[in-house]
């Protein structure tokens, strides 16, 4: 959200649903640095957090997440649609400690290194949780109804009436330049550059919500925002975006000072189990809405 650049040749039709705000980011060492894809319909890895176990849970750019997996399957592209769901070969990052692969990364992603203030991202405070605003089918009923018009021109005018009425004003918070809003519920509608109505999930808020820290909810979305603004910048194309998103030198370089806020306002062994609470069954956005419009 607050994006000062924004190419449209590129597809985040599906990314779209967790801010535009793509993550590379990790609770372990250097070593285990992830990266994400914001290419629509490409089975790939979106985000994903070490866990204190050793596991990963992974967030996958179609929506769905996998819990509980190891560096060998992830290296073995056995996350997001690898091989054992069909024969898709994950083109996301590895896992490991093979340096050659992080300089190959390195040496043709388009990542821009200068140091970015991701405090100048816009965030606003979640909104007050609505316990039971939603049932579990309302929320189901919104995914079907993103599913099945996702690619519509007028889905963001359309998507609230999926719901009741109690279900939508919690869900969906329209924040206009003519009408802005004080808080930000699960799914934000707001105006871009050009004006067009765009929507984005509040994942910051939910895991504000989850950590009881505003503070932690906003350096989390402004991390994912730094993240993805650092490849917004100099890259022409998607497979150039989606070569960006694997470089972790985003870590180290543009998005330094973002990722160590995370780790301080949230706790680099708690930010995992953070996410863990807000993560969707099959959608992103549904696990947002479970914690801001039905869990009690």
Same mark, same amino acid.
């Given at each position: ?8 040749? @590129? ?5 779209? @649903? ?9 609770? +372990? ?7 994400? +894809? ?5 089975? =790939? ?10 596991? &990963? =849970? ?17 290296? +073995? ?21 093979? =340096?050659?692969? =992080? $300089? ?11 140091? @970015?203030?991701?405090? $100048? &991202?816009?965030?606003?405070? $979640? ?20 599913? $099945? ?16 009425? *109690? ?24 105006? #871009? ?5 765009? &929507? ?33 910048? #100099?890259? /022409? ?10 470089? *972790?030198?985003?870590?180290?370089? +543009? ?18 189990? &953070? ?14 809405? /479970? ?6």
């Amino acid at each position: 959200m607050g994006h000062a650049v924004r190419m449209k040749s @590129i597809v985040l039709t599906v990314s779209s @649903i967790v801010a535009l705000s793509g993550l590379i980011a990790c609770t +372990s060492s250097s070593k285990d640095t992830v990266g994400s +894809s914001e290419q629509h319909a490409t089975v =790939d890895v979106d985000h994903m957090f070490k866990r204190p176990d050793g596991k &990963f =849970d992974v967030w996958c750019t179609d929506g769905t997440t996998q819990s509980g997996l190891t560096a060998e399957e992830i290296n +073995s592209n056995l996350a997001c649609g690898g091989p054992h769901t069909g024969g898709k070969t994950d083109a996301g990052p590895v896992v490991g400690d093979d =340096d050659d692969d =992080d $300089a190959s990364t390195a040496a043709t992603s388009c990542l821009n290194t200068n140091p @970015i203030d991701a405090t $100048a &991202f816009e965030y606003k405070k $979640a909104s007050p949780k609505s316990p039971h605003a939603c049932t579990t089918k309302e929320v189901s009923d919104i995914g079907a109804y993103y599913k $099945a018009h996702a690619a519509d021109n007028d889905l963001v005018t359309t998507w609230p009436s999926s719901v009741s009425p *109690a279900c939508a004003q919690c869900v969906f918070t329209p924040d206009q330049t003519a009408a802005p809003a004080t808080t930000w519920g699960p799914i934000v509608l707001a105006d #871009d550059e050009s004006g067009a109505t765009q &929507f984005d999930v509040n994942r910051g808020g939910c895991i504000e919500q989850v950590s009881g820290s505003e503070a932690c909810g906003r350096s989390y979305q402004q991390f994912q925002d730094c993240t993805l603004q650092a490849c917004l910048i #100099d890259c /022409k194309t998607q497979a150039e975006f989606t070569t960006c998103r694997a470089d *972790a030198r985003v870590l180290t370089t +543009s998005c330094k000072d973002a990722f160590d806020n995370v780790k301080r306002d949230c706790g680099e062994t708690k930010i995992g189990g &953070f996410e863990t609470a807000c993560k969707g069954t099959t959608y992103t956005f549904e696990g947002p809405i /479970k914690v801001g419009c039905v869990n009690p």
